[in-house]
């Protein structure tokens, strides 16, 4: 499973540990990825997806995941967060 937010794209970052004496050692910054369930108001349908803790607070200020992957780019979701997106476009449009 990778560490990759779905709907934001957020990954991790690489950094340095610095100890006191100044010496400076590689490491990883992982996102804060949570498993949510966001229910879509226009499929009427929830969905599960692994987000980070800064996507869902994107997704509460929106108004929800339909209002959230309305606005969202199409390079930073994930392939299942895509197919959502599409299926909700079609529904309005219906």
């Known amino acids: 499973m990778s560490r990759v937010c779905e709907l934001t794209g957020k990954g991790p970052m690489s ?9 400076k050692t590689r490491r990883r910054f992982l996102p804060n990825l949570n498993d ?7 499929l009427g ?3 599960k997806l692994r987000i980070s803790a800064a ?5 509460d200020h ?3 995941l339909d209002a959230f992957l309305a606005k969202a780019k ?3 979701l994930s392939s299942g967060a895509l197919k959502i997106k599409k299926d909700i476009a079609k ?3 219906a």
């Open 15 to 23: 950094g340095n540990n610095v100890s006191h004496a100044n010496n």
């Open 36 to 42: 949510v369930t966001l229910i879509s108001d226009v």
């Open 45 to 47: 349908q929830s969905f």
């Open 55 to 59: 996507a869902l607070r994107s997704v």
């Open 62 to 64: 929106r108004g929800g």
């Open 74 to 76: 199409d390079d930073e």
């Open 91 to 93: 529904a309005k449009a």
